[in-house]
């Protein structure tokens, strides 16, 4: 047993469509455990509920029964103003659709969140961060005049930059080319080996079978949970799935 850092709970996650008689469930009675330190991926096809669990565990959405335990702490008994600072002081987060200030320089994009929470800024530690992971063009350019990739890169940079315990990651490689998948995989890892806790969801199995474990999600159920996974174990799971 390592040290235990999140804890979800039977959590279910419904949404109603038009009248109350329509009801979806998004999460189906999801539990389990996350170790500090630990490198985590969530895989499972398209809608299975990977993302809506992702922003769950991270206290960006209220699940609508069961709990989710940080350090402890049952996030979503906190006061909306508790739970924001937590989550500025705790948790980075790289979403799926990147969720920058288009209008705004990339350099003020990765600083905006230390700005918040009062961290100092350490304007060479940014540019280097963005030079390792192949970012080409400068950090004065607008969000707006970047490629997808590019963007991307700018998401991954910013939560890179700040001093959080817990990196949640919504296929954050997607739209980056090999050589900066590989860089970016392997600062991921290089956190976990500092003791930050980084939870992935990912489509790229190869990627997966290099985490510590491979959570497979389908239809908002874990459907296994693999320790130590493999390329090939996952791919079982997911029956041709992908
Ligand atoms: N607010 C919402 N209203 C209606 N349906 C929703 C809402 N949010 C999510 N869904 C649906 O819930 C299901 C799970 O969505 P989710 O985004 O969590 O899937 P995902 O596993 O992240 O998919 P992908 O791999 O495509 O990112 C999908 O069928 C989606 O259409
Ligand atoms: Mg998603």
Redo the contacts with the bound molecule.
Sequence with gaps: MGNRIISVSHITKE?VLGNSKNKIK?IDDISFEINKGEFLSIV?P???????LLNIISGLSIPTTGTVNLESQDIYKLSPTKLARLRREKIGFIF?QYNLLSALPVFENMTLQLRLSHQKIDKDQIEQLLKHINFEPKSTARIESLSGGEKQKVAIARVLATDCDIIFADEPTGALDSVSREKVFSMLRELTQLGKTVIMVTHDIEMASRTDRAVIIRDGKIQNSLSNPTETLILHEMGGDM
Excluded: P
Excluded at 46 to 52: D, E, L, P, V
């Design positions: 949404i998004l499972g398209s809608g299975s509920g990977k993302s809506t799926q």
